[in-house]
């Protein structure tokens, strides 16, 4: 089965940002994977058609980046950080822990089609540890029992808002036709750098700020 027009006119938009076609290669998987939910043999083929590429180039970039999946994706993308810091601040206990409540292992869904599961080497927010993304958006400061709570309200259709970004969770596929360039309109919404990441920069500004004090007093 093929795309539709509309969402080939979409393609056609994407490619249509970049100098050279075929660095539309990583938006074009996220579009097909907003669509079909991982990236699917006709949205390889199509991708190289539009890019005049081999099947073999497309699939390559998308076997490379583990952002992209093979299998399809749950409505509720659950990654567990088990990278060092994470590990070591419960991160392991975690994706044990929600592995064995929802009887699922690593790219797995559940029956249901609402929750799948991955271990994620880093969500690049180790100030936060341990992190959970869903959707590829952050839940911080976690453990077994928060995240089992998260996704069984997942699984009922009412996630909790994550803890920094929009007010309300999205779902896989319409996330990931944001990273495919789409504008939902949601980008600065709700808290986008929590207190922790901004500790280095906050503590810089006051010893500058008291610095400048002591040359006024100085003089």
């Not at 056609?12 to 991982?38: C, E, F, K, N, W």
């Not at 390889?44 to 970039?61: P, Q």
């Not at 280095?200 to 500004?205: D, I, R, S, T």
Request: proline content about 4%.
């Amino acid at each position: 089965m093929s795309f539709s027009n509309e969402q080939l006119g979409v393609m056609d938009t994407i490619i249509s940002r970049y100098p050279r076609s075929r660095s539309a290669i990583m938006p074009l998987l996220h579009y097909v994977q907003s669509i079909d939910g991982y990236v699917s043999d006709r949205g390889i083929e199509t991708i190289a058609e539009k890019l005049k590429l081999e099947t073999a180039e497309v699939t390559a970039v998308s076997t490379f980046y583990t952002q992209y999946l093979k299998h399809p994706a749950g409505e509720y993308h659950v990654g567990i950080c088990i990278n060092t810091l994470c590990a070591v601040m419960g991160g392991d206990a975690i994706y044990e822990s929600v592995s064995e409540h929802l009887g699922i292992g690593n790219h797995e869904t559940t029956s249901d089609g609402k929750v799948s599961l991955e271990r994620i080497e880093c969500n690049a927010a180790c100030d936060y540890a341990p992190v959970v993304m869903v959707n590829w958006e952050f839940y911080d400061n976690q453990n077994p029992q928060s995240v089992r709570d998260l996704v069984d309200a997942a699984r009922a259709g009412n996630p909790p808002a994550p803890t920094r970004g929009p007010s309300k969770l999205r779902t896989w596929r319409e996330n990931e036709a944001v990273l495919a360039g789409l504008n939902d309109g949601l980008a600065n919404e709700g808290v986008q750098a929590g207190e922790a990441s901004l500790r280095g920069l906050n503590a810089h500004k006051a010893g500058r700020s008291e610095e400048h004090t002591s040359e006024l007093q100085s003089h």
